[in-house]
């Protein structure tokens, strides 16, 4: 009999409370195919390492777990990715992955949550009916990581979904790329807006949703756009404990399902 592993492979963080996002989805994966063994992996080498120092426990980078699985014997290998774009760190896996294609008789990588504009359009019609209802003055701005890979044009094109599908007052920033901080406040101020609910547009609500984007820090995002003036409220929900995302990433799973 074929022996079936299910490797669900993440950013990781080293907020415990956070990593339930993950857990939630590794969960929906798990319910949809149950005839796979479940194994966990990080891309984050320094997320790896901290959660050992902090933690004691070690999770394995898709490496250390490709060879962990060729030495158990499994014959196929169905990997999920819970990369929110096929940027750096979802590059970075295949990259590990590529030295163990050949070991297993089928190997199969699904898509990350954004990859067609399908994808999109599922995930942005599907954000619009947990948001609360929009007063004329009133505005959702997301908060993504941001990336030196041109698939940062990911969260311009977020932001445009929301618009087609009629969603005037989301904007999506990002921490480390463009669009950025400034581009929210010439959003916020273009369209005359008077209050704020910030949420971040990551798997998780790790350091940057927590420090980046709520914290009382005068740098954070909140405490910035309070000094502006507005009135600011916090959803601090990953994206990962959204229904809608769960099944996105179980799609995607089903899809290279052999």
């Known amino acids: 009999m074929s022996r079936k592993a299910l490797a669900v492979i993440s950013f990781g963080t080293t907020y415990p409370q956070a990593r339930t996002a993950i857990s939630r989805i590794e969960k929906s994966l798990c319910e949809v195919l149950p005839d796979y063994d479940f194994y966990r992996a990080f891309t984050s080498g320094m997320v790896i390492r901290k959660i050992v120092q902090e933690e004691g426990v070690k999770v394995p980078n898709p490496s ?8 158990a014997g499994y014959d196929e290998v169905l990997c999920q990715s819970l990369h929110v ?4 760190e979802y590059e970075k896996m295949l990259a590990q992955f590529a030295p163990f294609r050949q070991k297993f008789k089928t190997f199969t990588v699904g898509k990350p949550m954004l990859f067609c504009a399908d994808d999109y359009a599922h995930i942005c019609g599907q954000l619009l009916q947990t948001m609360p209802s ?9 908060m993504g990581h941001g990336t030196e890979h041109f698939a940062n044009a990911t969260y311009s094109q977020v932001e445009n979904m929301f618009r087609f599908l009629g969603a005037e007052r989301v904007f999506v920033g990002t921490v480390e790329g463009f669009p950025d901080l400034e581009y929210i406040r010439r959003r916020l101020k273009q369209h005359k807006i008077h209050q704020v609910t910030l949420a971040p547009f990551m798997i998780v609500a790790g350091d940057h949703a927590q420090n980046d984007l709520a914290g009382e820090e005068p740098d954070s995002w909140k405490s910035i756009l309070e000094a502006d003036g507005y009135q600011v409220e916090v959803d601090l929900r990953g994206l990962g404990d959204i229904d809608a995302v769960q099944e996105l990433f179980v799609r995607h799973a089903l899809a290279v399902k052999s």
């Open 85 to 88: 774009m096929p940027g750096l």
């Open 64 to 71: 250390e777990l490709m060879e962990q699985l060729s030495e």
């Open 134 to 142: 929009l007063e004329a003055q009133q505005a959702f701005v997301y």
